[in-house]
């Protein structure tokens, strides 16, 4: 019990949002453990702008964004700042939807988002309806990996879903799902900004989207840094060796400075921000309008 409280403390302390404000985070905080028990069900709570998101107690991810503004402040705010109306953001492993819907609805772009696991595609679909901004998604119940076929998935860990091959625990409850390749799910169309989370798999999935990645058009990736299933070296040398060959750099993005900034081995992180064409995405960064969360703007 005290772990996690722990984690969540040194979270919202170190965030650039909830740590500005404690006394308003910590209210933020307070309410939604008590009117989260109390009700039982889905909460439509405000996230960015206009946009709101579908929470329910356990939601490790989304209640992240319900303390602070934005769960993953650097790379939530890099595709807020970099999108604009009817670009193509591909969002793989979607969970339920925090980045589809502020690509979708706080920007108005255009979304192919993946989420295999049927209860977590299920509230993917209910954030969509609660935003109204189906009909600009292609939402898509599968997997994502280097080859067409099918794979074995994890149903029971939220955020924490994923591919097991046959190596998983066998008390944990598994599905058979289907699977694609980004180069078959696009078909030629060419994202701005895609954004991979399959715990571990990322370089699964980037091994069958060699066509889309040598698109000039893809102009930065958000990608999961996982070594759970990487090679000796861990998955940060392979990702920049793969994505390197292809002209990107890893980067960290400063959200109210508007800046790209040299990556930092040292001081680990979930995610690693790639971009090609700098000078270009930058220009995009610093025009982006400024997005209204926690009634701050970003």
Not at 76 to 96: Q, T
Not at 177 to 195: I, R, Y
Not at 268 to 295: C, M, Y
Request: hydrophobic content about 45%; glycine content about 10%.
């Amino acid at each position: 019990m005290l772990r996690p409280l722990l984690g969540t403390y040194r979270f919202l302390r170190g965030h650039p949002l909830a740590g500005a404000d404690p006394l308003q985070t910590l209210g933020r905080y307070l309410r939604w453990q008590v009117g989260s028990r109390l009700l039982h069900a889905p909460v439509a709570m405000s996230f960015v702008n206009d946009a709101r998101l579908l929470v329910e107690s356990g939601m490790a991810g989304a209640t992240g964004n319900v303390y602070a503004g934005l769960h993953e402040f650097e790379d939530m705010a890099f595709l807020l700042h970099l999108l604009r109306p009817n670009d193509l953001f591909v969002d793989v492993g979607a969970n339920i939807g925090s980045y589809t819907v502020l690509a979708a609805k706080a920007i108005g772009a255009r979304v192919l988002c993946f989420e295999p696991v049927p209860h977590t595609f299920a509230k993917l679909r209910d954030n969509l309806l609660l935003n109204d901004i189906a009909g600009s998604v292609d939402a898509r119940q599968l997997c994502v990996g280097r080859a067409a076929g099918e794979v074995e998935i994890t149903v029971g860990l939220d955020t924490m879903n994923h591919v097991v091959d046959g190596q998983g625990s066998s008390d944990q409850p598994t599905l058979r799902v289907s699977q694609v390749t980004l180069d078959d799910a696009l078909a030629g169309a060419a994202p701005a900004l895609m954004k991979l989370d399959v715990e571990g798999r990322e370089l699964d999935a980037l091994a069958g989207a060699s066509t889309t990645l040598a698109d000039a058009r893809l102009r930065a990736l958000i990608v999961e840094v996982n070594d759970s299933h990487a090679g000796p070296g861990g998955a940060r040398p392979a990702l920049e060796t793969l994505l390197g060959g292809l002209g990107f750099e890893c980067v960290r993005y400063a959200p109210f400075e508007r800046k790209l900034l040299p990556d930092r081995t040292d001081v680990p992180r979930p995610n690693a921000i790639f971009v090609r064409g700098r000078d270009s995405v930058l220009e995009r960064l610093q025009t982006a309008p400024a997005f209204r969360v926690l009634r701050r703007s970003v």
